[in-house]
């Protein structure tokens, strides 16, 4: 965590919202996208997934992007990786921190990534391997967000105890940090609360990551306040919730970055983020991807009139 | 609050939603939606204001359903007074309980019901007083929502200090409960536990009302789970968001009841509301309005699979 915030918010929209949505953007679009999210202030971007071209024709451009990310200042490039061939991609195109998503469904994990929960640890443990035959200043981290952690589409409910055996499964396998993801937009604010500090009890402090939550049923914000009560200080969102599901208008994918940054400078937490300008990042988005339905109330009304961001705390 | 149900969800719709649009909708429509609203378990519904009819027309036939909205079984029948000559017209029409809401910023309250906060206490005592004059068993409850308690649109922040000395003198005035309203959607879920612990301290619990909420900025579910952490046990809000500002689409009024109850009942909190029957009401609203804008996330995907409701907890 940066010295001079309180929570970290992870840009997801340009990996989470463009995955999400058959379009191409332009890999330049992209890039003068990203570029305006990180004049606003976001430190944390996830710029795309080195999946297979073939299944995500979208996410192809994934090593130009971190190559030209990187050289952006005060900014950690994140890159998806779903397996050791990705993560070879990435390691080569110089990224620094990768994410994998298993997932605790087995449906969905065969799915998503075509890796029952097993075999996805294995293939954690394989990039984590990968990772250690590195110079050590030249290792990446390696960040894993447990998927449907919180309940499945296919599944229904996902046994929790089964989540937080996994997350001691993965940070056994090398996991730097171990996150849980609401990838179905199913977590409630209490589950939210029992998990992560299951989670943290499972694998200490140290090791635990953020929360990546979707709004699909409009609880995104109630399970970040819910996140907060139990010290988790990362939160991944996306610029103007792109990704939402194109059979659900309303129902976005996830939680809004606007929103997000908007609440947690109000509650006097420090995010380095410039409202005002995320805002303006939302013009650069649709410039590259005219008409497309984004989402987020607070850039529709504004600040409140008087509004102050957040200040430092304790003694300077 | 009835013996089981663990958080009140009193609809408001019928005023707030019904009074920020244009339209007026049809009596015999209005009683559709209320008798809709009932049957899907709802136990308080606010049905409309006895505001001037010249300055709310929509708000005209308040007499009427307060008559017919008190034969329909469990149900507390709610009706907003802004001042002594609504109080008259209320206890005549039968209403069991009554809602004011004096503001703690000056120019709104200036604005919104002609009175400084200082004379709108003085309203609510003489409100409380002509309450006295009647027979014990035939006594509303007067209840009052602190307007603009969490910031106002004219005169940016509010004094917190204010709002609970405020709140201090409309218990002396008479009033059976008080809570707080966030009329401008500018809480912040952090604001919203230091206000609901002063408010507490300073009338005690058995006069705290609830929370009236906003989504004006999104923020209206995590401002519901902060609410929660302080015990506050009724909240306010209307089916499909009914009453967004129409200038800005998709930053709704009110806090969505379907969402709402969802979270409640997803956080093992008993509402006594049917969700599916709460979606179908939305068709009745929709039928006396039709194409008027409505709101909500979980109404356009569905339940989560597998999902259940709160159960009775502790020893039966």
């Known amino acids: 965590m940066p010295q001079n915030i309180d929570v970290l918010v992870s840009e997801v929209g340009p990996r989470d919202g463009l995955q999400s949505i058959k379009r191409t953007m332009p890999t330049k679009a992209k890039l003068d996208w990203i570029q305006a999210l990180a004049a606003a ?93 590195l110079p050590v200043k030249q290792r990446p981290e390696v960040e ?18 089964w989540v937080i055996e996994m997350a001691g499964l993965l940070a056994k396998a090398g996991a730097d940090s171990i996150g849980l993801s609401d990838t179905s937009g199913y977590a409630n604010p209490n589950q939210i609360k029992r998990m992560f500090r299951r989670l943290r009890n499972e694998i200490g402090p140290e090791k635990m990551a953020g929360a990546h939550l979707h709004n699909t049923r409009g609880q995104g914000l109630a399970n970040v306040v819910a996140a907060l009560e139990e010290e988790v200080t990362t939160f991944d969102s996306s610029l103007g919730g792109l990704g939402g599901c194109p059979y659900a208008p309303g129902a976005t994918g996830n939680i809004v970055t606007e929103d997000l940054v908007f609440m947690l400078e109000a509650m006097g937490l420090r995010t380095g983020i410039d409202i005002e300008a995320l805002i303006a990042a939302r013009e650069v988005l649709l410039h590259g991807l005219p008409e497309e339905m984004i989402y987020g109330s607070l850039p529709e009304v504004g600040l409140p009139k008087g509004f102050t961001y957040a200040k430092a705390r304790g003694p300077m």
Chains 1, 2 share one sequence.
């Not at 967000?145 to 499945?152: D, L, M, Q």
């Open 41 to 133: 202030g976001l430190q944390e971007i996830e710029v795309g997934s080195f999946v297979s071209p073939r299944l995500l024709p979208q996410m192809a451009d994934c090593d130009e992007l971190v190559k030209e990310s990187n050289k952006i200042k005060n900014l950690t490039v994140l890159a998806l990786v779903p397996n050791l061939k990705g993560a070879e991609r990435a390691i080569a195109a110089g990224a620094r921190k990768l994410t994998m998503p298993p997932s605790a469904s087995r449906t969905h994990g065969l799915n998503n990534i075509g890796k029952t929960p097993e075999e996805a640890i294995d293939e954690v443990k394989r990039v984590c391997a990968l990772r250690d035959t």
């Open 144 to 161: 894993v967000g447990i998927s449907t952690a919180f309940g499945c589409t296919l599944e229904g409910p996902v046994s929790e105890d």
